[in-house]
């Protein structure tokens, strides 16, 4: 009896004798099976010797460089695969023929019908005919021409962005999160004349706030003829995406097609202060990118015969990177339905083999099988068999999903992603190394960790194929070289191999558009950029990131203080809900302001017979002692140096929100901002230190 049969033979009788009891009785079986097949299948040989996974460039600074490419020794960095693929016109194009205009962009018009295909050749035309439409309204062709689009993943997303390259055209996405003041602020800011837009809603996002220059939406969906009377009130014309590209094919304008050096994009990223920043990138930029990854991923790379699924925002690098990829390859990409609560309903219709993803996304899985097991402690027992199983064989360097622990234990969790996966590139934020270890057992698949910056086009590093470590990003990619520097305030030397991560190559950006200071504060004379992230070399040469660089600043007497290391120790108190720690160079100490968690100091006022609303309590100098006392005790706790505890705080009873603007988007307190707001009260505290 074959393996392959023994295992589907196992499988039938526990379908058919069900749940636990079957699977006690099997464990034996199952143990001495999993030998069986785990001694099988070949181990594959890593590219890089694993204690050594980056070069180190001769010269007194540490730069570290990909073995991937070699003339990255010389320092060079890689910018194209083909001499006749350097743009994203020719990537796209170079798809189409490999595949001999295979399936290209994929959809679904309802959830219960099947993908249905559109292929590289009607992609092109398509793409084309809209370039040639937004031509015939009066753009010219050319970098200097940008068109907006504010949508959610989809095949038009892609036509819009081939027919805009068509014609040189640079494309500028929206996306939700930033809100719809930051929307108007990148259109203005841009001088935006046409935006591609999905539907009714989010055209009437943009005409809410619309900025002059917005002279025109390009509608994908139907919209309500009430929309369309309110943006002629204001001016704005709305059209139809389908007529865009019937005039476009009657029109037939000459293609312009981009040179390597001409911006492709503009992609705004939100900071913790102030606006969003415009992050100018070219052809080159992004072709560098793409395939210094195709290019570290050997024989795992894309080919014709995969599909990705499309589901991370587009208005993000990391997925236009990757579909951008797929095109290269001449891979096909399938859509999402639009909702995320759908994904694995559209995961087993379109059977992915390629999907980009996101922390979050592994730690659901994560959750989940957890949640499954709950307290059963035989499906615990057989769950960690089957981990401690697949592990043993990711450490060999094999990496399969038909095992029998495959069938068994993750059988559900791999085909509710499709059940074809092969290859998964993880960015965008910390994995947990449990988590990740995790993926690699219950999915089967090459899973690879990626760290970047839109400001590099999205890959600055990448795990290689075969190290199973986890909580590390892998090795540059070979589009760059990364170093560390020195961050003293912080006490991370270069020469201890940690510090702030700086980036230098064909992927780094030109610069942030209309904002010169920005750039010249983040791109130094020698062409590095500054990431602000903190990062560790580990002896085999790949890089973990460690820290965030932090708002620092001295005091009069030399010190240095990092308010958010203080204010992550303060909070650790009972009585604080937020904190905002102020310091400057000219004071000798340290003050704060400080909101109240609500419920606690009611509790406690209740108790000590303290009547009074909030502000009320907040005025009360019994509670600020109390509060204050907490907060010190716990500084001490958490190792802070006496001149790095508060000497006075302010008790605010309104929490910081991103309403009231003292937050970002993403929680984050905006310094600037709360030290305008509350400069009366910070002034007033340091009158009364003196
Ligand atoms: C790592 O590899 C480089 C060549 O790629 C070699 O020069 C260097 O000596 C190696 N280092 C170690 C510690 O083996
Ligand atoms: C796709 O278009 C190219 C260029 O027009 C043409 O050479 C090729 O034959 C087309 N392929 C298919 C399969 O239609
Ligand atoms: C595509 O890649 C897969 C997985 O690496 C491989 O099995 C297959 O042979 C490749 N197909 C082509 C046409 O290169
Ligand atoms: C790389 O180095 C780290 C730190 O020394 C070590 O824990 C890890 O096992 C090494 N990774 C590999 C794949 O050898």
Known sequence: MNVTQLVEDMDQYLNYVGGPVGAIALTGVAAFSAYYLASRPLPEKPLVPLHNQSTLLPGPEIVRVSKFYRESKEGKFISYITEDTQTLYETF?????????????????????????????????RARNFGSGLVALGLPPGPQTFI???????????????????????????????????????????????????????????????????RKLITIKEIRPATNQRAKNRGIEILYFEDIEKNGAVKNHPEVPPQPSDLCTICYTSGTTGNPKGVMLTHKNVVAGVCAVLLQLGEHKPNTTDVMVSFLPLAHMLERCCENGMYLVGGAVGFYSGDIRRLSDDMKALRPTVTPAVPRLLNRMYDKVNNEIGSSFIKRVLLNMALS?????????????????????????????????????????????????????????????????????????LTVQGDFVPEHVGPPVACCCVKLVDVPEMEYFAASNQGEVCVKGTNVFQGYYKEADATSQTIDEDGWHHTGDIGQWLPNGTLKIIDRKKHIFKLSQGEYIVPEKIESIYCRSQYVHQVFVHGESLKSCIVAIVVPEVDVIKCWALENKIPGTLSILCANPEVKKLIMDDMISWGKEGGLKSFEQVKDLYLHPDPFSIQNGLLTPTFKSKRPTLRAYFKPQIEDMYVKLE
């Open 389 to 461: 199983a697949k592990e043993n064989e990711i450490k060999r360097g094999i990496i399969r999903k038909n095992s029998f622990w495959d069938k068994l234990i993750f059988r559900k969790v791999q085909e509710g992603m499709g059940g074809r996966l092969r290859l998964m590139v993880v960015g965008s934020a910390p994995l947990a190394g449990n988590v990740l270890t995790f993926a690699r057992c219950a999915l089967g698949c090459l899973i690879v960790e990626g760290y970047g910056q839109t400001e590099c086009c999205a890959p600055v590093t």
């Open 93 to 125: 194009r170079r798809g189409a023929k490999i595949s001999n205009s295979g399936p290209c962009l994929g959809w679904r018009e309802q959830p219960s019908k099947p993908y249905q295909w559109m292929h590289y050749n009607e992609t092109l035309l």
């Open 148 to 214: 907006g689009i504010y949508s959610q993943n989809c095949p038009e997303w892609i036509l819009v962005e081939q027919g805009a390259y068509c014609y040189s055209m640079v494309i500028v996405p929206l996306y939700d999160t930033l809100g719809p003041d930051a929307c108007a602020y990148i259109v203005q800011q841009a001088e935006i004349s046409v935006v591609v837009c999905e539907d009714d809603a989010k055209c009437n996002l943009l005409i809410e706030k619309a900025p002059r220059c917005l």
